[in-house]
């Protein structure tokens, strides 16, 4: 028992040397395998092979394992705040003239879209430090690594600074709500101004799409200025036209009131954000003044307000027109003929001829 536990404890290495036999087989920190390697077939080439082809490669997987594991762990924990953060700030945005809930698509989005964009620069954070981590666990040494890797962001900032650059107002875009999938806006650039409806909105490029249906793809880094038509609320403006005669106080009190009754309906009740206001005299030319009347809409309820309310705006001038013209037209006398007044002559190279015989015949007195 003594004996073998010697030999066990106590060999002669390959190298003519007697010496602990474990530790000279498998290191100074044997590995579990080689340990059982060793415990088996006391034979230290067997343990050799053991740490060189399994204990390592499977320490290294395990590694690997490990680092990808805290890596997605990480990840779910970064996208569960991230979510948290970003409906938080969505509910925070709410304000008292949103209470028509048509700004709750228009959060939806943005929130989102907030969120894609975090979501993907913590992931591509998150799994850049484990990929070095992994790169240093395979022995390749990360200095020269790195420093290739600044120089080639250098060199690709340099040849593609359009590109970085439209990521960047991308980003901005996003984050400071410029506008969103739905509003109708003016974007400014350097070879002219495009208006349309926003249909899509990506880090690099905006989609519109103009009255005409034409789609123009606009780059974010060469949009100058945009106007948002949509953004928090709109005004339908309506200038009707008011004849000379027609007087301004009795128009503005039929328009308030056309108006008015309008945004009391229930069809367009929730598209109202405020009661509709007559501004009055905005313009006058040689034939026509001009009255504007302006409600605050809701925003994608704007042009169809503005139809709507400038043909009943029309309507309702045109009648209390056709009203007063009514009314003057039957307070006003018939002059009558006066009696004295005889009737025009006929002159004689316009009278029948043989009328004129007959009468002129009728007119001499006989001869006696």
């Known amino acids: 028992m003594t004996a073998s536990l010697l030999a066990r404890e106590s060999v002669v290495t390959p190298s003519g040397q007697t010496g602990n036999s474990l530790t000279a087989a498998c290191g100074k920190t044997p590995g579990i395998a080689c340990r059982l390697v060793w415990d088996l077939s006391h034979n230290s080439h067997a343990a050799d092979i053991t740490t060189v082809y399994l204990a390592g490669p499977i320490r290294l997987a395990l590694r690997i394992a490990l680092v990808l594991i805290i890596a997605f762990l990480v990840r779910g924990a970064a996208g569960r705040l991230i979510n948290k953060l970003t409906a938080r700030t969505a509910a925070s945005e709410d304000r008292p003239d949103r209470a028509h809930g048509v700004f709750r698509e228009r959060r939806s989005q943005r929130t989102a879209a907030i969120?894609?964009?975090?979501?993907?620069?913590?992931?591509?954070?998150?799994?850049?430090?484990?990929?070095?981590?992994?790169?240093?666990?395979?022995?390749?040494?990360?200095?020269?690594?790195?420093?290739?890797?600044?120089?080639?962001?250098?060199?690709?900032?340099?040849?593609?600074?359009?590109?970085?650059?439209?990521?960047?107002?991308?980003?901005?875009?996003?984050?400071?709500?410029?506008?969103?999938?739905?509003?109708?806006?003016?974007?400014?650039?350097?070879?002219?101004?495009?208006?349309?409806?926003?249909?899509?909105?990506?880090?690099?490029?905006?989609?519109?799409?103009?009255?005409?249906?034409?789609?123009?793809?606009?780059?974010?880094?060469?949009?100058?200025?945009?106007?948002?038509?949509?953004?928090?609320?709109?005004?339908?403006?309506?200038?009707?036209?008011?004849?000379?005669?027609?007087?301004?106080?009795?128009?503005?009190?039929?328009?308030?009131?056309?108006?008015?009754?309008?945004?009391?309906?229930?069809?367009?009740?929730?598209?109202?954000?405020?009661?509709?206001?007559?501004?009055?005299?905005?313009?006058?030319?040689?034939?026509?003044?001009?009255?504007?009347?302006?409600?605050?809409?809701?925003?994608?309820?704007?042009?169809?307000?503005?139809?709507?309310?400038?043909?009943?705006?029309?309507?309702?001038?045109?009648?209390?027109?056709?009203?007063?013209?009514?009314?003057?037209?039957?307070?006003?006398p018939r002059q009558p003929r006066p009696a004295g007044r005889a009737r025009p002559s006929v002159p004689a190279e316009d009278s029948d001829p043989a009328q004129s015989d007959v009468g002129t015949a009728g007119s001499q007195a006989p001869e006696p």
């Open 115 to 332: 969120a894609l964009l975090l979501g993907n620069a913590a992931s591509v954070t998150i799994f850049a430090i484990a990929g070095l981590i992994i790169i240093g666990d395979l022995g390749l040494n990360l200095a020269p690594v790195l420093a290739s890797a600044g120089v080639l962001g250098i060199a690709i900032g340099f040849g593609a600074q359009y590109i970085v650059q439209d990521f960047l107002a991308g980003i901005f875009i996003l984050l400071e709500d410029q506008y969103g999938i739905g509003d109708v806006i003016d974007v400014g650039t350097a070879s002219g101004t495009v208006s349309g409806t926003v249909e899509a909105v990506s880090l690099r490029v905006t989609r519109l799409r103009d009255v005409n249906g034409i789609a123009w793809i606009v780059r974010n880094g060469i949009i100058s200025q945009a106007g948002n038509e949509t953004h928090g609320w709109a005004r339908a403006v309506v200038d009707v036209p008011l004849p000379y005669g027609v007087p301004v106080a009795t128009a503005k009190a039929v328009l308030a009131r056309t108006a008015e009754k309008m945004a009391r309906e229930p069809r367009w009740r929730k598209d109202f954000l405020d009661k509709p206001e007559v501004l009055g005299v905005e313009t006058v030319d040689q034939n026509t003044i001009f009255i504007r009347v302006v409600a605050r809409t809701a925003p994608l309820a704007k042009p169809a307000i503005t139809r709507e309310l400038t043909e009943r705006l029309m309507d309702a001038l045109g009648a209390e027109q056709e009203e007063a013209m009514a009314v003057l037209a039957t307070s006003i």
